[in-house]
């Protein structure tokens, strides 16, 4: 069964600091998606940043970045530069190509403070 | 232009009672999803569609019924609702087997079951 872990039930940091959430997975799949995303307080399912597996560069969105360490099988998130808007609960998922199934982590509840 | 929308967004009701959740998706994708959202936040698959065709039914109890008349629409119909029913209730959208393959996901509806 395909799973995915993120270990950090809540994280805190001030405004303008770098914060790192972490996600590992485990699969037997050797072509599939990695993805983050966002859940602010208004409830919308945000799509922060998006990884395929077969490519070794790692993913960046403006002030998003990933560590994709594929023989790990870990998929960290590092928002830098946070901003109050930036809080939210961060959802890392994994979906095999093709699979039409997202598995989601169990989320990271991020508070950014002024 | 919203572009996975579904209605209503909060539903209150009486356990035993049936209702519906609507969902349509303009992005033109060939593949649409439920998913549950529990009270600790996890999100749980429920049911892939795949142009109006059935693709995964994650163990969920036959009271709730998917119906997909189109391509661009999934509706979720949920009879004798129980107080464990209370969550939220996502649906989303993919076009599966491209390589920007990504989910799409509406706001969200907010069911509670007294």
């Known amino acids: 069964a395909q799973t995915v872990t993120q270990s950090q039930p809540e994280m805190s940091v001030q405004e303008a600091e770098t914060v790192t959430l972490s996600c590992t997975y485990d699969?037997?799949?050797?072509?599939?998606?990695l993805f983050w995303y966002k859940q602010p307080p208004s409830r919308q399912m945000i799509l922060v940043i998006r990884?395929?597996?077969?490519?070794?560069q790692n993913a960046t969105e403006n002030r998003f970045s990933v560590n994709f360490q594929k023989a790990a099988k870990s998929f960290s998130l590092k928002i830098s530069d946070s901003q109050l808007g930036d809080t939210a609960m961060y959802f890392c998922?994994?979906?095999?190509?093709?699979?039409?199934?997202?598995?989601f982590g169990q989320g990271t509840r991020l508070t950014i403070n002024p | 232009d919203t572009a996975v929308s579904q209605t209503p967004k909060y539903l209150v009701t009486q356990m035993g009672n049936d209702k519906s959740i609507k969902c349509e998706q303009n992005?033109?994708?060939?593949?649409m999803y439920w998913y549950k959202q529990d009270s600790k936040k996890f999100l749980k698959i429920m049911f892939s569609?795949?142009?109006?065709?059935?693709?995964i039914n994650e163990t969920v109890p036959n009271r709730f019924s998917p119906k997909s008349p189109d391509k661009a629409h999934l509706n979720l119909h949920i009879n004798s609702l129980e107080l464990g029913d209370s969550a939220v209730y996502f649906c989303?959208?993919?076009?599966?087997?491209?390589?920007?393959?990504?989910?799409?996901f509406g706001s969200g509806t907010q069911l509670s079951v007294l």
């Open positions: 989303a959208s993919s076009q599966v087997g491209t390589d920007n393959e990504k989910l799409f």
């Open positions: 569609y795949n142009n109006k065709e059935l693709i």
């Open positions: 699969t037997s799949e050797n072509n599939y998606y």
């Open positions: 992005l033109g994708h060939d593949t």
């Open positions: 998922a994994f979906m095999p190509k093709g699979a039409q199934k997202l598995v």
């Open positions: 990884q395929e597996a077969y490519k070794q």
